[in-house]
């Protein structure tokens, strides 16, 4: 008997010390943190360690539960560690981690192709994955120009492609994204894109200003018969949360056609439900010639992938382009079981519900706070800040992200400016937890007023 309460008393006690190194100061995170780079930005004011996640919450390090509308920058669309998914990625951990394609096919990536092919574009029916969103975005233009036998890419202004050297120059968000890399990689004409708020004009007005625009360039800066394509976000991502119109998309879909321009959707942050459809593009009804994806695709594992017509994907020399890991058996098998739980609890249809939801929500309550406009297409949410008289207003979007944060909620800004609050929460939100963000951000708008 004297034996059996030693054991249980040992066994409490080693419970109690595992329960208690989970507990770390902050301070000793921001010691243990020292040899990491400083070239990743921190977004939180303090060394925030992250524990676990479960579905729309992170458990930190010191014990806090924070609602999380980052979703690692729109990736766990189906929130953090959906079972479906983690049981895909351990039964697939026990057959294969890697299987090269150049050697080999492996069963995930049939499986995925045949699931992507029920979501994508009926025409865009063949497919190439890649690790991150800027690889497979280079993977586009890559094929673009071997497809049309053309130098030059048109991109839209505030928009974000990737950080390497070919994606930075393709950006245009932010100055800091490119600053001390020239010369960068030549090519890349930037045209407008129709951000109806920032010029203070119509929907209408806007469109029609872009599309002048747009023909004038090819008048002037670059020739239609040496464009390969043009890549434009459906929904805006870093340059401030900005759908698209459809009008404008119908437009460069019939200048393209009209002069043999590679129309490329980039979904990588609007793709897998995050609008309320499957991609933004859907909002649109327009087809592009190229479409690329990664973010949601697999739920947190690394993946990407582009989708394009035979004929298209045809004209891309074998061996000219390619990787080691893409389409990794792992991120395959995570990806198939994300998409299947999106089908089965129908999480695309409830992205459309709750983010109209929110952004009446939004319009409501931030109208005295500094709020000029709340736009978005399902959960892809964007609150912009300006001043009374009209100006962005970054300090306001800080001070909100900061009592956020204070109230376990996390967020992430965006824009030009910055003065541009994201949201960008899993797309299985439930009514409890869209209540839960209502309160905190409410709390947080009335602490700056």
């Not at 190439?128 to 048109?154: D, P, W």
């Amino acid at each position: 008997a004297a034996m059996l309460r030693c054991s249980r008393l040992l066994s409490m006690a080693g419970r109690m010390a595992r329960s208690t190194a989970l507990v770390r100061p902050l301070a000793t995170v921001a010691q243990q943190t020292v040899h990491l780079s400083p070239v990743w930005g921190r977004t939180v004011p303090e060394h925030l360690l992250a524990e676990r996640g479960q579905g729309s919450h992170v458990h930190s390090s010191d014990g806090r539960k924070f609602l999380d509308f980052t979703c690692g920058i729109g990736v766990t669309n189906t929130g953090h560690c959906h079972p479906k998914v983690v049981k895909a990625i351990q039964d697939q951990a026990t057959k294969f981690l890697h299987s090269q394609v150049n050697i080999h096919f492996h069963r995930p990536m049939l499986e995925l192709v045949d699931e992507l092919k029920t979501i994508c574009p009926p025409s865009l029916d063949t497919f190439f994955f890649s690790n991150s969103g800027a690889e497979i975005v280079e993977g586009a233009i890559k094929l673009a120009k071997h497809a049309t036998g053309r130098q030059k890419i048109v991109v839209f202004s505030g928009g974000f492609h990737g950080r390497t050297h070919l994606t930075m120059a393709m950006t245009s968000s932010k100055v800091g994204l490119n600053v001390g890399y020239s010369p960068l990689v030549q090519g890349c004409v930037v045209a407008p894109y129709p951000y109806a708020y920032h010029y203070g004009w119509d929907e209408d007005t806007t469109v029609d200003f872009c599309i002048k625009e747009l023909k004038r360039m090819f008048k002037g800066q670059t020739a239609p018969q040496e464009t390969a394509a043009m890549i434009i976000e459906p929904v805006l991502g870093e340059g401030g949360y900005v759908p698209v119109p459809p009008r404008f998309m119908r437009a460069l879909r019939e200048i393209c056609t009209e002069h043999g321009i590679m129309l490329i959707a980039d979904e990588v942050q609007s793709g897998f439900g995050r609008t309320g459809k499957w991609f933004g593009i859907d909002h649109t009804g327009v087809t592009p010639d190229i479409m690329t994806m990664a973010k949601g695709i697999a739920s947190g594992m690394p993946l990407s992938a582009l989708c394009a017509s035979k004929e298209t994907m045809a004209k891309w020399a074998p061996g000219s382009h390619g990787g080691t890991y893409g389409g990794n058996a792992v991120s395959c098998a995570a990806a198939v079981a994300t998409i299947r739980a999106m089908k089965e609890e129908k999480m695309v249809e409830n992205s459309a519900k709750m983010g109209e939801r929110l952004m009446a929500f939004l319009r409501k309550e931030g109208k005295a706070y500094g709020v000029g406009d709340v736009r978005g297409q399902g959960l892809m949410i964007g609150v912009e800040f300006t001043t009374p008289d009209g100006k962005p207003w970054p300090e306001r979007t800080k001070e909100v992200l900061a009592a956020a944060y204070k109230n376990e909620l996390l967020m992430l800004s965006c824009g030009t400016f910055d003065n541009v609050v994201r949201l960008i929460p899993p797309i299985n939100l439930s009514e409890a937890e869209a209540a839960e963000f209502e309160t905190k951000f409410a709390a947080a708008l009335k602490t700056c007023a």
